[in-house]
């Protein structure tokens, strides 16, 4: 997926339910990939900005089940507020 406007989706994405279509489409390549029977877990950065000094930086991480992907998702929204650097590792516990 090839869009340098992306991460702007997220300050759309006002509420949870309401989700913009790019990040659905996002969100169903990322569960296409986690089909593949060879892949267990995987790691996707949403990157708003960073700053040159790196503590300064708000960096969240959390962990989703393959099934939540959307939830995961939701906190690189604006009103997710998860931080400048978002790190979703989702895991598929099959």
Partial sequence: MVNQEFIGEFDEWLEREEV???ILS???NIQLFMQNKHVKNATVILVR??????NEDH????EFHKKHILEGLYH???FGNAGNIVVLKF???D
Avoid: L, W
């Fill in 76 to 78: 690189a929204s604006c």
């Fill in 91 to 93: 895991k598929s516990n």
């Fill in 49 to 54: 900005y960073a700053h040159e000094q790196k």
């Fill in 26 to 28: 996002f969100s169903r």
């Fill in 20 to 22: 913009p279509v790019d």
């Fill in 59 to 62: 960096i969240f991480v959390g």
